[in-house]
């Protein structure tokens, strides 16, 4: 039998197990049994996507699994990409939720519910990018928006009024967003399946050229801004910065590091494979999504001072850069410049992967940190170095990865895309030449901007002094989410120092995209080969260059520092005491430099309130200082739209004065009024 | 049976299927419309008898002695049943004055000469639409197709003019009447078990319909509709 094929099977064997066995068990079995059958899925599913980025192909139908169309999956390299990092991730995020959800007790995180819909979560995750057809594909694309969502509203019981009612609006928007989404990808795959005359991936394929222009534009921007939703790419993002800080943090770390792919996906399979390349406007289209993506996105985790939330943005910055590879991918594609397209859409996939590493890890460490102390406000974390030093290695080591610097696992994608766009300034034409560079200055932005977060987050959260009780009181956490963080640190470490590995597989699916010719990279284990352009790297060797130049300053450093004996003598503090923990970095003053920067296009919120002491001008009782960054997007878009819904939703309900007369008069004259049109038309 | 007999006799019952509907409207002792709803019935299963007999198909004879029973005798024994219950004292203590009108259709919505008027053109309107119905397959039963829709529509007409809830519920029979009457002309007679699995729907729907009117009197004193429109949410 077919390895793929089997372990599809397996994973699906596995995700029923353990949704039956996380809905049935008692207490602390049930995480148990769901977090091991989950964990067994991932690594399913990591074998599966391997074996097809290996060059093998699997294809499968099941005519009488769904009524009418009948279920159809095939197995690709580039699905194979997809399937293997949604089984890595899974297979750590649950051996890591193993013990975050059993220190929650049995409601929330190891409730039946969420214990029950975990598993199922997980497979869904695996099987979407296989799905063959577009009606498997919208079952298990819905499939995983519930399962998803039920996760979200996981901390919805046994949490206090505040938290049940930000769940809530989470959940709310959520729901709303993701099904806006569906709705758009309904209208747009069932044009393209009439248009092609079949609904398997063959037939439209096969299809796609008999289809006018007009309706391929409009398939594939319905199609798209629908995957843009999932990948929460700026404007359809306002989901993001709130499902992710709510739900339970391993739920946070697969909705981030892996379902948000699958917009990605979404675009690539849809744009390069179906609909086989389109016109210039639709790749500008999803390059500004991504570019708006990313600098809007790391703007705003720069402002962020919640720290899911911070990660929630960055996933909307590193998924915008995602999405400008595909972008530009699309458009050299279009322009006939191949070689580069390939390689802008191998960076874009090359970024998914390193962005799913160490995303990964970033929610599973910061979930560390909330179960340890119950913030997530970092501008009352600090110190937590001494008391969590193996979450702080890891957290560390997956920033690194997210600033983009090496040797950072990050670094390698966002080089190889600058690199294509670089060498894609060789297409002739205004709007390459006008938008590349832009491109380019936004990801330039973008990687800088990102330094500046994940040394805040790092530094304000880990290190200095605790700013709070619940941070002093902070332990490390349980072994088996340690091991979970493990396995992604291990996985962030082999991407960063042997990213060629990959070279292959993702040449497989570039090719099986159909987006660029030739394979666009090559490489052993050392060097990456850009083989259509003059370029190399070896992430290994600049590693240990940069560790022997650390060595080389540090390591005298250190030798004259010890020559010198420090004697132990208190600081000189201009007579003002003691410095407190109070006076350190917190995240707010971090930012602050920034936010004067960008004033104009964060627009923050002040409001001085002062209070005189009765019957004086000169002497203040108290003074009230509140300052709050709102995202301006959601501010200026969706406020406006949520009036207008709600007043429209007022005005209809003149209709339902609760007459029932009325209501059936409603029936009654709706009928009568079709049968006249009837009775008129013949 | 011949064929001249069975399309006189046919279109008889169908004529007497139409008229009770408009006679219905017509009426406004409740015990009376009641009464010409059982008429009705008998007219239904005098239809589907027909039919059965003339096409040789003798399961359909069941079928309408079935439906006689329900539609002549069970469904109006059962709104009977409710008008004549006596009110409930709302809250004990609380003697509650039965009220008069409770058994007349006292103010419709429509009145009763724009009601007829209004059958009158929805039989046209039923009429006007199954015209390419008949016209597929022209037999005696299909001409009498728009009988059964026009009836279907005078049901939901009652429906949406009559006050009362019995009155109402003799609507909501009316046309499921109508729907059963368009089953047996346009594809004479459906199966057994169809029917059977409809009725027991029906005599469920009415069994509740009755629960509900004994309870809406019990907490208002009256079954007018109107005064359920404090139930509504805002």
């Known amino acids: 039998m077919n390895p793929i094929g089997a372990a599809s099977a397996a994973a699906a064997a596995l995700a029923a197990a353990g949704g039956l066995l996380g809905a049935a068990l008692p207490g602390r079995a049930r995480v148990l049994a769901s977090g091991a059958c989950t964990a067994a899925l991932g690594a399913a599913g990591l074998a599966a996507g391997t074996a097809a980025l290996r060059g093998g192909h699997w294809t499968a139908s099941a005519p009488a699994l769904l009524p009418l169309s009948g279920a159809h999956l095939a197995v690709d390299a580039l699905s194979g990409l997809f399937m293997a990092v949604a089984g890595g991730v899974v297979l750590a995020v649950a051996v890591y939720g193993i013990g975050y959800a059993a220190g929650h007790g049995p409601h929330g995180t190891g409730s039946r519910t969420a214990q029950g819909t975990w598993p199922v979560f997980a497979l869904t995750l695996l099987l979407v990018p296989a799905a063959a057809s577009v009606s498997t594909f919208l079952l298990l694309w819905e499939l995983m928006a519930l399962t998803s969502l039920v996760l979200v509203l996981a901390r919805h019981r046994g949490g206090g009024p505040a938290q049940r009612a ?50 391929r534009g409009v398939v594939f921007v319905l199609a798209a801004l629908a995957f843009a939703t999932k990948a929460g790419a700026v404007p359809l993002h306002p989901w993001l910065p709130r499902a992710h800080p709510e739900a339970p943090s391993a739920v946070s770390a697969l909705m981030s590091a892996a379902m948000v792919n699958l917009g990605v996906y979404g675009i690539v399979r849809l744009g390069f494979d179906l609909l086989g390349g389109g016109p210039r406007w639709w790749w500008l289209l999803v390059l500004g999504l991504g570019a708006l993506s990313a600098v809007h996105g790391i703007l705003q985790a720069a402002m962020a001072s919640d720290l899911k939330r911070l990660l929630a943005y960055s996933t909307s910055e590193n998924l915008g850069l995602a999405l400008i590879g595909v972008g530009a991918a699309g458009l050299l594609a279009d322009a006939g410049n191949r070689a580069p397209a390939a390689l802008a859409l191998a960076a874009a996939l090359l970024h998914i992967v390193n962005h799913a590493a160490f995303k990964a890890l970033l929610f599973c460490a910061a979930g560390s940190v909330l179960r340890a102390t119950g913030l997530r406000d970092l501008d009352r974390m600090g110190g937590l170095r001494a008391r969590m030093p193996a979450t702080c290695a890891f957290f560390a ?52 901007l990102a ?22 009181a902070a332990v490390e956490s ?102 407190t923990a109070r006076m350190s970095y917190t995240a707010t003053s971090f930012a602050e430099p920034l936010q004067r920067v960008f004033d104009d296009v964060l627009a923050p919120q002040q409001d001085v309130d002062v209070t005189p002491v009765r019957e004086s001008a000169y002497l203040v009782e108290r003074v009230r200082f509140r300052r709050s960054v709102p995202d301006r997007v959601e501010h200026r878009l969706y406020r406006p739209l949520l009036t207008a819904v709600s007043g429209v939703a007022t005005a209809a309900r003149h209709l339902a004065t609760g007459s029932l007369h009325l209501y059936l008069g409603y029936g009654f004259f709706g009928l009568v009024a079709l049968l006249l049109a009837l009775a008129v038309q013949r | 049976m011949g064929d001249t007999l069975y399309t006189q006799l046919l279109d008889l019952a169908c004529g007497a299927f139409l008229l009770a509907a408009v006679v219905v409207l017509w009426l406004r002792q409740l015990a009376s419309i009641v009464r010409v709803f059982a008429l009705q019935g008998v007219a239904l299963a005098a239809v589907a008898a027909l039919l059965g007999a003339h096409e040789g ?33 709302a809250h004990p203590g609380h003697h509650y004055e039965e009220d008069v009108s409770e058994a007349r259709e006292t103010r419709p919505l429509v009145n009763v000469a724009a009601s007829l008027l209004s059958a009158a053109l929805l039989t046209l309107l039923s009429y006007a639409v199954a015209r390419p119905l008949v016209e597929l397959n022209p037999t ?95």
Not at chain 1, 167 to 187: E, K
Not at chain 1, 397 to 410: D, F, R
Not at chain 2, 164 to 181: E, K, P, W
Not at chain 2, 192 to 220: P, Q
């Open chain 1, 166 to 215: 930000a769940v809530r609006a989470a959940g709310l928007w959520y729901g709303v967003m993701t099904h806006f989404a569906f709705v758009l990808l309904l209208a747009g795959t069932g044009l393209f399946a009439a248009g092609a005359g079949g609904e398997t991936f063959t037939a439209l394929r096969a299809g796609a050229h008999a289809l006018s222009p007009g309706t």
């Open chain 1, 397 to 448: 080591l997956a920033a690194l990865g997210a600033v983009a610097l090496p040797p950072g696992n990050g670094f390698l994608g966002e080089w190889l895309l600058l690199q294509s766009l670089v060498h894609g300034l060789a297409v002739p034409g205004v709007v390459t030449a006008l938008v590349l560079p832009l491109a380019v200055a936004a990801i330039a932005l973008s990687a800088g």
């Open chain 1, 451 to 472: 330094a500046a977060v994940f040394v805040k987050a790092l530094g304000v959260a880990f290190f200095a002094r605790p700013r709070s009780a619940p941070a002093g």
């Open chain 1, 478 to 579: 349980p072994p088996s989410m340690l091991a979970g963080m493990g396995l992604l640190a291990a996985a962030c470490a082999a991407l960063a120092l042997v990213p060629g590995l990959l070279g292959d597989g993702l040449s497989r699916a570039v090719a099986a995209a159909g987006a660029g010719d030739g394979p666009p990279l090559a490489g052993g284990a050392l060097t990456v080969r850009l083989d259509r352009l003059a370029a190399a790297m070896s992430p290994l060797w600049v590693a240990c260059a940069l560790a022997a130049a650390v060595a080389a300053v540090a390591v005298p450093a250190r030798l004259l520092a010890r020559r010198r004996r420090r004697g132990n003598a208190r600081l000189w503090d201009c007579g003002g005491g003691a410095p």
């Open chain 2, 57 to 89: 198909r003798w399961e359909l004879l069941a079928v309408a002695v079935g439906i006689a029973l329900l539609r002549a005798g069970l469904l109006p024994h059962l709104v009977r049943r409710a008008l004549s219950a006596p009110a409930w004292p």
């Open chain 2, 140 to 234: 005696p039963a299909t001409r009498a197709l728009p009988v059964g829709l026009a009836v279907v529509l005078t049901g939901f007409f009652t429906l949406v003019t009559r006050r009362r809830a019995l009155a109402q519920v003799v609507g909501f029979l009316l046309m499921d009447n109508g729907i059963t009457a368009v089953a047996f002309l346009a594809a004479s007679g459906v199966p057994l078990i169809v029917e059977l699995g409809v009725s027991f729907d029906v005599l469920l729907a009415v069994l509740v319909l009755r629960i509900l009117t004994t309870r809406m009197r019990a907490a208002f004193g009256g079954t007018g509709i109107d005064d359920l429109r404090e139930l509504r949410e805002w």
